[in-house]
T-cell receptor, first 114, second 115 residues
Framework: SQQGEEDPQALSIQEGENATMNCSYK?????LQWYRQNSGRGLVHLIL?????REKHSGRLRVTLDTSKKSSSLLITASRAADTASYFC??????????????FGQGTILTVHP | DGGITQSPKYLFRKEGQNVTLSCEQN?????MYWYRQDPGQGLRLIYY???????QKGDIAEGYSVSREKKESFPLTVTSAQKNPTAFYLC??????????????FGPGTRLTVL
């Protein structure tokens, strides 16, 4: 079954509000990454959190990781209309090998209304 | 979209024809990847390559083939054996540090429609 499943599937908020997206996964991981995709475009890497980290910040982004619950959350503070996009989490499980693959979730569609 | 280019942006092909999608990067990354994205879905890994002249099957490799003759190039061929090839195809690359995957850099994608 797929790892990195996001919740909610869609989120609609007003400009200035905070947006929170959650990601759950099933197995142990090396790191968890969040990506953003504007409609019809490629993905852009936002932030990476390693399995031994609990929280990470980057500008208006805050990511938390709870390995005991196998979950992560992405918080976007003071959202802007330009934040409208799909957001994906991706988990890396190297599985004891020298190379790991990223497994992506289905994404959360965020719409920020001006 | 960083230093990764994909061409063409839109591609139309008749059923039964093979088609090759181009992916080039100038980031000097060792690892390259091909993903497929269907509407409303996440990305699924087709093939990946850690180094020149080496590549591995991903989760949905059937009906696809790749080559990695140069570090900067990783073309994907969608063959007639692929039962449902219409999709958005994304190429990515990643620096390979200590054997682990770090962040990936994506191209703009190619939207393939098979008529």
């Amino acid at each position: 079954s797929q790892q990195g499943e996001e919740d909610p599937q869609a989120l609609s908020i007003q400009e200035g509000e905070n947006a929170t997206m959650n990601c759950s996964y099933k197995t142990s991981i090396n790191n968890l990454q969040w990506y953003r995709q504007n409609s019809g475009r490629g993905l852009v890497h936002l932030i990476l959190i390693r399995s031994n980290e609990r929280e990470k910040h980057s500008g208006r982004l805050r990511v938390t990781l709870d390995t005991s619950k196998k979950s992560s959350s992405l918080l976007i503070t003071a959202s802007r209309a330009a934040d409208t996009a799909s957001y994906f989490c991706a988990v890396l499980n190297a599985g004891g090998t020298s190379y790991g693959k990223l497994t992506f979730g289905q994404g959360t569609i965020l719409t920020v209304h001006p | 979209d960083g230093g990764i280019t994909q061409s063409p942006k839109y591609l139309f092909r008749k059923e039964g024809q093979n088609v090759t999608l181009s992916c080039e990067q100038n980031l000097n990354h060792d690892a390259m990847y091909w993903y497929r994205q269907d509407p409303g879905q996440g990305l699924r890994l087709i093939y990946y390559s850690q180094i020149v002249n080496d590549f591995q099957k991903g989760d949905i490799a059937e009906g696809y083939s790749v080559s990695r003759e140069k570090k900067e190039s990783f073309p994907l061929t969608v063959t007639s054996a692929q039962k449902n090839p219409t999709a958005f195809y994304l190429c990515a690359s990643s620096p390979r540090r200590a054997g682990q995957v770090n962040e990936q850099f994506f191209g703009p994608g190619t939207r393939l429609t098979v008529l």
